[in-house]
């Protein structure tokens, strides 16, 4: 639709506004959706403004109160729902408004259903693994913090986390952090962090919002972007209700912005008295030692060994000498035994010989081969015999004359 103008010919006012309604009426009724804010009622008619939930961009909508009141349950402020508008473009005001011909509320369960949808695909692919979590740094040097423009959420974790460690040193990017530019805004600061080696850890932080408000955090691109950072990330989105999809990606979800800052960085005043209480035991533990080394150094000295060395060796000659008495005293008792018994050995010896024998007035008669007669018998007349005496021997013959025995 267009018309031939110049500023020779223009068009009243009244003719442009009246094309302007005829083209809003060729759209006919529309289905859209929103979030109700501004809700107002006045008299037979209910007056609301619709947000976009996403984009910062709102409209006028009016309605009939029976077909707000038909509506269960009934609509309030912040409820987001879908409805049934035909679009209108008054002439006299020059104003656009949509008619509502129908609400159908939208309940938060059914974007808890996309989420939850999303949130089992991702999980599928293993992007909230325990396992996939690195650890913060002890003490970071550098903190990249995304938040929003002149936030509460920023000041909250610089004066947090400065309170803590004062000399703690920040890279701060703003964006967006609600309506359409969210999304990508927070996807580019936090690459920026990511490729600054001198980055060691990123906090996202928001204050708390509605579920609409947080959507961006549950944005797909966002969620892999933070699983693919090469640095640690925090997410500190919202209050400890809030459970953006950003919380299970990241390496370590805090609460608030200010649990944030309580997890990047130590607390000074905590480690100074952390670095004494060490310092006083590994002093206690060190003196203990060495009291014990010179109490058991003393324990050694004070021993006769070492505190009177002569002494120990004078009691070991004692020692010595005792032994050797001792043994010469065995010695000789032995010796002494050993002689008595020869002794009686011999004597029995002497007794039971033939010579003692023979000295007591006996003779032994022998044949020549020196065989000892013990029968007369054994002995023949004319056998020379050989007798023994004690003192020397003489050869006989046996007299055949004399009688046998």
Request: proline share 6%.
């Amino acid at each position: 639709m267009s018309a031939k103008t110049s500023p020779e010919a223009p068009l009243p006012i009244r003719s442009v506004l009246q094309m302007v309604a005829q083209w809003i009426g060729k759209l006919g009724t529309v289905w859209v959706e929103g979030q109700i804010t501004e809700l107002t009622a006045r008299g037979g008619t209910v007056f609301l403004t619709l947000r976009d939930p996403v984009a910062n961009v709102s409209a006028r909508v009016t309605c009939a109160r029976g077909v707000y009141e038909a509506s269960v349950p009934r609509p309030v402020d912040g409820a987001r729902v879908v409805v049934h508008v035909k679009p209108d473009f008054w002439v006299n005001r020059g104003s656009f408004a949509f008619t509502a011909l129908e609400i159908r509320p939208v309940g938060i369960g059914e974007l808890l259903a996309r989420l939850e949808r999303l949130r089992q695909v991702l999980a599928g692919e293993g992007l909230f693994n325990v396992d996939r979590k690195r650890r913060l740094p002890f003490l970071p040097g550098t903190v990249g913090l995304v938040c929003g423009r002149d936030s509460a959420a920023e000041r909250d974790v610089l004066e947090n986390a400065r309170r803590r460690w004062p000399a703690v040193r920040f890279r701060v990017e703003q964006v967006a952090v609600q309506g359409p530019y969210a999304v990508g805004e927070v996807t580019e600061a936090l690459r920026r962090l990511d490729a600054d080696p001198e980055v060691d850890v990123i906090v996202i932080a928001r204050g708390g919002g509605s579920l609409e408000d947080l959507l961006p955090f549950s944005d797909e691109s966002l969620v892999r972007a933070v699983a693919a950072c090469r640095t640690p990330v925090v997410s500190a989105i919202g209050h400890e209700q809030d459970s953006p999809l950003l919380d299970l990606v990241a390496d370590v979800r805090a609460s608030t912005p200010t649990d944030a800052a309580k997890k990047v960085v130590p607390d000074v005043g905590e480690q100074l008295t952390l670095v004494h209480q060490l310092r006083d035991r590994g002093r206690r533990v060190l003196r203990g030692w060495v009291e014990r080394e010179l109490s058991w150094l003393e324990s050694v000295r004070s021993r006769p060994s070492l505190a009177d060395p002569v002494r120990e060796l004078d009691r070991r000659a004692e020692q010595v000498d005792a032994l050797r008495e001792r043994s010469r005293r065995c010695l000789s008792a032995s010796l002494d035994r050993s002689a008595d018994s020869l002794e009686h050995l011999r004597a029995r010896l002497v007794t039971l010989s033939p010579a003692a024998t023979l000295e007591r007035g006996y003779a032994i008669a022998q044949r020549p081969s020196g065989e000892v007669v013990r029968l007369a018998a054994d002995v023949k007349p004319g056998d020379e015999l050989t007798v023994r005496f004690s003192d020397d021997r003489v050869t006989v013959t046996a007299d055949p004359d004399a009688p046998s025995a």
